[in-house]
């Protein structure tokens, strides 16, 4: 975090300099903050309206809400808010501003697709992120790459390269870029630390493991239109549905009884196997949110 302020910093010094605006550089960091601070507020709204949340009582979802109510208890925070989305897409996520404030979504297709302990190790997934803060987190990083982008497009096309508009704009672009790949770090970080936090509050790390391979093959189910429509707010899922169907080819490895599930003795034999990962897709993992599907359960199989 340090890293990517100190990146946007520079930028508006230089930006700042070029322009002979050189002594306005408290009123720089002040504007920076107000920009991240309504991000901050306006996020939760935003993912709201996007999935379109429907809050549920304990009366309409007795079971979510007991599983819930459970986990929040095991890792000592205020139980959150219980959602569900009507999306066929099987998936879940957390999201608010604060522990207080806490919400965990449920899709309507991962109630038809996970079984009791699977749903249970997801959503101890999704308390994690609000355990550990990750929804200020991600909000306070993103907005940072998201400011160089402006940057950039208003200095590189403003048709003004007398005061070097245009080397101000390539250097906010290449910040951008930069700060993109630290943002996308900070992010598979994070699900591999609540995929931890969710063994950690009652989780069964082969019940995890089973539920992202049946969340990887129900996503490469759904209609790309659909898939299209959720891009905005795809980092806040559990796994990246845009790479959903390559994803299968290597999951395959796993699923020795093909019987669509991973138990916990083909998850445990994976101390001992050695997976095979496409190079293709080991880069490609520099560009998504979350960690290769693979080498996710491969790390699940250490707790088991």
Same mark, same amino acid.
């Given at each position: 975090?340090?890293?990517?302020?100190?990146?946007?910093?520079? #930028?508006?010094?230089?930006?700042?300099?070029? !322009?002979?605006?050189?002594?306005?550089?408290?009123? $720089?960091? #002040?504007?920076?903050?107000?920009?991240?601070?309504?991000?901050?507020?306006?996020?939760?709204?935003?993912?709201?309206?996007?999935?379109?949340?429907?809050?549920?009582?304990?009366?309409?979802?007795? *079971?979510? +809400?007991?599983?819930?109510?459970?986990?929040?208890?095991?890792?000592?925070?205020?139980?959150?808010?219980?959602?569900?989305?009507?999306?066929?897409?099987?998936? @879940? $996520? @957390?999201?608010?501003?604060?522990?207080?404030?806490?919400?965990?979504?449920?899709? =309507?297709?991962?109630?038809?697709?996970?079984?009791? &302990?699977?749903?249970?190790?997801?959503?101890?997934?999704?308390?994690? +992120?609000?355990? +550990?803060?990750?929804?200020?987190?991600?909000?306070?990083?993103?907005?940072?790459?998201?400011?160089?982008?402006?940057?950039?497009?208003?200095?590189?096309?403003?048709?003004? /390269?007398?005061?070097? %508009?245009? #080397?101000?704009?390539?250097?906010?672009?290449? @910040?951008?870029?930069?700060?993109?790949?630290?943002? !996308?770090?900070?992010? =598979?970080? =994070? &699900?591999?630390?609540?995929?931890?936090?969710?063994?950690?509050?009652?989780?069964?790390?082969?019940?995890?493991?089973?539920?992202?391979?049946?969340?990887?093959?129900?996503?490469?189910?759904?209609?790309? *239109?659909?898939?299209?429509?959720?891009? %905005?707010?795809?980092?806040?899922?559990?796994?990246?549905?845009?790479?959903?169907?390559?994803?299968?080819? *290597?999951?395959?490895?796993?699923?020795?009884?093909?019987?669509? *599930?991973?138990?916990?003795?083909?998850?445990?034999?994976?101390?001992?196997?050695?997976? /095979?990962?496409?190079?293709?897709?080991?880069?490609? &993992?520099?560009?998504?949110? +979350?960690?290769?599907?693979?080498?996710? #359960?491969? =790390?699940?199989?250490?707790?088991?």
């Amino acid at each position: 975090m340090l890293l990517l302020f100190g990146l946007v910093y520079a #930028i508006v010094i230089v930006a700042a300099n070029l !322009l002979g605006y050189g002594g306005h550089y408290p009123l $720089f960091a #002040i504007v920076g903050l107000v920009i991240v601070f309504v991000q901050y507020l306006i996020g939760p709204s935003i993912v709201q309206a996007t999935m379109k949340v429907k809050y549920v009582t304990e009366e309409e979802a007795p *079971e979510l +809400h007991r599983m819930i109510n459970e986990l929040a208890m095991y890792g000592e925070i205020p139980k959150p808010k219980v959602g569900i989305s009507e999306t066929s897409i099987p998936n @879940a $996520f @957390a999201f608010g501003r604060t522990k207080k404030d806490g919400r965990v979504c449920v899709t =309507r297709g991962i109630l038809n697709t996970l079984n009791q &302990e699977e749903l249970k190790a997801v959503l101890g997934h999704e308390l994690s +992120h609000i355990r +550990h803060n990750d929804m200020i987190v991600m909000t306070l990083v993103s907005a940072i790459p998201l400011i160089c982008y402006y940057i950039g497009i208003s200095f590189l096309f403003s048709g003004n /390269n007398r005061d070097g %508009g245009a #080397i101000i704009g390539i250097l906010a672009f290449v @910040a951008y870029f930069l700060g993109q790949l630290i943002v !996308l770090f900070i992010s =598979r970080t =994070r &699900e591999y630390y609540a995929d931890q936090g969710s063994i950690e509050i009652g989780g069964q790390p082969s019940a995890l493991a089973s539920a992202l391979y049946k969340l990887v093959y129900g996503s490469a189910k759904v209609p790309k *239109e659909e898939m299209k429509n959720m891009e %905005g707010v795809k980092a806040f899922f559990l796994n990246d549905i845009s790479t959903a169907r390559e994803d299968i080819q *290597e999951l395959s490895q796993l699923d020795t009884d093909h019987d669509g *599930e991973i138990s916990a003795s083909e998850l445990s034999q994976l101390k001992y196997k050695k997976v /095979n990962i496409k190079t293709s897709d080991k880069m490609m &993992e520099l560009l998504s949110t +979350h960690p290769n599907m693979l080498k996710r #359960i491969e =790390r699940l199989a250490e707790y088991s």
